[in-house]
């Protein structure tokens, strides 16, 4: 049914209803809460993800719920693999053949400034958080600006804009993200497509074990912190921008715990 002729309660319950999202980086943290929020608020749902057990972990958790789901194994810093995930999501009749949100979520971190991180990760980190999200917003963008609608969301960091004393390095390739997603939007504004960059502060997830953090490097000091985010309040902020009227483009979002003061 389209989204247009259901009731005015119903698009309040499901305001993404009849569309599709493509979501990279879909296996954990906050790649994994967007996908649960967007196919809980009515779309139709592509994850991809390079861990195969836990995307279909979550496929299979989406589809349970009832909603509607498509598992496309991939590293997102592939352009191989980005194609794959496009081609298939226009392939897919349960989404429609169509997509008219991408989530650029997948990314690494890394503990450390210039002089201290470990430089031998270095290419690998811009490999997937800068060139590959450069690609599938490119993609994305020359797609949707034919539809003359349409939806990128780009995950970006606190750290875009102010200095972290955790990781520098890793600050860096999330400013080139935010300066890359504002460059898609003046490309594809004119053609109606609405870009947003997010930029989450100390969200809870492995994502802090996997680049490096401990309780010395980054424990001890957010523990002042406070009680800090959960990924579902940052997937709740993506699904509240995208369900906004479509000339109203929310472009950039810092999202921090309360009693985060620094970065």
Not at 46 to 66: F, K, N, P, T
Not at 149 to 164: E, H, R, T, Y
Request: aromatic letters at 6%; a negative charge; proline letters at 3%.
């Amino acid at each position: 049914m389209d989204c247009t002729n259901r009731s005015d309660a119903t698009l309040s319950e499901r305001p993404l209803a009849g569309k599709t999202a493509a979501i990279t980086g879909a296996s954990s943290g906050i790649g994994r809460a967007t996908a649960l929020a967007l196919s809980e608020a009515g779309a139709a749902v592509v994850i991809q993800a390079r861990r195969r057990d836990r995307l279909h972990q979550l496929a299979e958790d989406i589809s349970h719920r009832g909603g509607k789901v498509l598992a496309v194994e991939g590293d997102a810093g592939l352009e191989e693999d980005i194609d794959r995930l496009l081609d298939k999501t226009l392939a897919w009749e349960d989404g429609a053949c169509k997509y008219d949100i991408v989530v650029v979520n997948a990314g690494r971190g890394l503990a450390g400034g210039i002089l201290t991180s470990d430089q031998s990760q270095w290419q690998e980190l811009y490999r997937v958080n800068v060139l590959g999200a450069a690609y599938l917003m490119r993609r994305a963008g020359q797609y949707m600006v034919e539809r003359k609608a349409g939806d990128i969301v780009a995950l970006s960091s606190v750290v875009a804009k102010n200095l972290s004393p955790f990781g520098a390095f890793y600050g860096s390739s999330k400013a080139a993200v935010s300066v890359i997603a504002e460059a898609v939007r003046r490309d594809v504004a004119p053609s109606g497509v609405r870009v947003s960059i997010v930029m989450p502060g100390i969200a809870l997830s492995e994502f802090q074990e996997m680049a490096g953090y401990n309780q010395d490097n980054f424990g001890n000091t957010v523990a002042q912190f406070g009680k800090l985010l959960e990924p579902k309040e940052i997937a709740d902020t993506i699904c509240w921008l995208l369900a906004l009227p479509p000339h109203v483009n929310i472009n950039e979002i810092m999202i921090r715990p309360t009693g985060q003061t620094y970065p």
